[in-house]
């Protein structure tokens, strides 16, 4: 698994958001984003995250990111998982990976002692010419927005 690091740019990207518009690298450039990994939809580490960025939205608008979640769920999941918590950022559909091997978030993983592969939760922050700032690791999921708003 090899992960973007600080100094790395984001190559070009494209993909379906909850809502069934197509987004992609153009549509960050010029603005510092934030890109964050997780999981499953609707799950409760996921559900956490996404509420307290939800909840902190302002905030981190007033910090001037703009917020794109991805995870491999369909694009009806990431719509049910939206309408449900009424996020008002997007939510990538990302079934066949392309973003989520991009940025190196595919690999092992551990859970009760199983091995299985799936999404390491991780958040990257990139800067207006799409080129990774920082790179948050350890993503306290009900804290997600205090982690971001420290940078």
Same mark, same amino acid.
């Given at each position: 698994m090899k992960t973007l690091q600080v100094g790395d740019k984001v190559p070009p990207f494209s993909g379906i958001? #909850?809502?069934g518009k197509t987004i992609g690298l153009d549509d960050f450039?010029? @603005?510092k984003w934030v890109v964050f990994f997780y999981p499953k939809a609707n799950t409760p580490g996921c559900t956490a995250e996404a509420c307290d960025l939800r909840d902190h939205y302002?905030? $981190?608008q007033n910090a001037g990111y703009h917020l794109l979640g991805v995870s491999a769920d369909t694009q009806k999941?990431? @719509?049910n998982f %939206?309408? @449900?918590y009424q996020f008002p950022f997007p939510l990538l559909a990302d079934t066949d990976k392309t973003l989520i091997n991009a940025f190196g978030v595919w690999g092992p993983k551990k859970f009760m002692g199983r091995e299985y592969d799936g999404i390491h939760r991780q958040t990257f922050v990139m800067?207006?010419?799409g080129v990774v700032v920082h790179v948050i690791d350890k993503v306290k999921t009900k804290? #997600? %927005?205090?982690q971001l $708003? %420290? $940078?």
């Open positions: 958001t #909850h809502e450039i010029g @603005k302002e905030a $981190l999941q990431q @719509k %939206a309408d @449900k800067d207006e010419e804290e #997600h %927005a205090s $708003l %420290a $940078l």
